[in-house]
């Protein structure tokens, strides 16, 4: 029976269980966001958040104080990356200091195609994606795009070789006459 258990076994022992959670939350507080299967981010959810409050409440102490310490080292038995703790207790924490709790949101993206298992993506609020952040320059939006097939590859290296690859560069004058065109002699055969 399972009764008063709370957690997801994952197909994992408790060692690799704990290990997995660890390195997930450390990927998710590094990058501000990771994708996984959606039963791995329901169970990353509730580490993370305990993690975060704690690093919360010791970063609202002074900066040399026992109870900063003591989270430090709280976090510290989880978060094994001293830079990611750091970026923890500098950014990420003070971000959170109003907030109550809810510090993270999965969104469901869809299934995975080798598997079809269900996909999410687990990520910090506030560390949204924002498409304004990635406006194009003027000198990229004018540039033809790129050729992806060999046969358009191809082509593209024969304009740049004739010289018609670029507008500003005046097409090259020949000094010797061009030759008129040979056709190739079919050779007929007696049967």
């Known amino acids: 029976m399972r009764h008063r258990v709370a957690n997801r076994k994952l197909g994992r022992t408790t060692e690799h269980r704990i290990a ?3 390195n997930q939350a450390t990927n998710l507080l590094r990058h501000e966001r990771i994708e996984t299967t959606l039963p ?5 959810r509730p580490f993370v958040e305990k993690i975060i409050t704690i690093a919360r409440d010791g970063a609202a102490e002074p900066a040399r104080s026992v109870e900063r310490l003591n989270a430090k080292r709280a976090v510290a038995r989880d978060i094994q990356d001293t830079k990611v703790v750091e970026k923890l207790f500098d950014t990420i924490a003070p971000r959170f200091s109003a907030r109550p709790g809810g510090y993270t949101r999965i969104l469901k993206l869809g299934f995975r195609r080798g598997d079809a298992a269900d996909i999410a993506q687990i990520e910090l609020v506030g560390s949204e994606y924002n498409p304004a952040l990635e406006t194009e320059t ?7 795009p790129k050729p992806k097939g060999v046969r358009s590859r191809l082509a593209a290296a024969a304009k740049r070789l004739r010289g ?7 097409p090259k004058a020949s000094t010797t006459a061009k030759a008129p065109a040979r056709r190739r002699a079919t050779k007929k055969t007696d049967a």
């Open 20 to 22: 997995l959670l660890r």
């Open 40 to 44: 791995k981010a329901k169970e990353l």
């Open 138 to 144: 003027p000198d990229a939006a004018q540039e033809a």
């Open 164 to 170: 018609e690859g670029k507008p500003d560069a005046a």
